[in-house]
Nanobody
């Protein structure tokens, strides 16, 4: 059974930076796609970024500001968020695809989810 634990969220001022982390346990996910989604109050969960065997992918709203990376030795993935905006405020969830390394933006295509970490950007 795969478990994902997200951490590193917090409160930051607009224009600031934050790095969030996702630690996986239960199996090695070096060959699997891992990603981040976010959900703001009253809104649907949306794709943010993902890393897979064929590279990285970002939502247009975060491109150039966010960077996803992974440490296969530690079985972790992180999301460096720079130039944060109030509209980035949300609960951020890490996710993993069980047997596939390809990236998809549809949340229903992801198999495992972490508990979420709150990111709040004040203006």
């Amino acid at each position: 059974q795969v478990q994902l634990v997200a951490s590193g969220g917090g409160l930051v001022q607009a224009g600031g930076s934050l790095r969030i982390y996702c630690a996986a346990s239960g199996r090695t996910l070096a060959s699997n796609a891992m990603g981040w989604f976010r959900q703001a109050p009253g809104k649907k969960r949306e794709f943010v970024a993902a890393i897979g065997w064929n590279g990285n992918r970002y939502a247009d709203s975060v491109k150039g500001r966010f960077t996803i990376s992974r440490d296969n030795a530690k079985n972790t993935v992180s999301l460096q968020m720079n130039s944060l905006k109030p509209e980035d405020t949300a609960v951020y969830y890490c996710a993993a695809r069980l047997d596939l390394g390809t990236i998809v933006v549809d949340a229903t295509e992801w198999d495992y989810w972490g508990q979420g970490t709150q990111v709040t950007v004040s203006d």
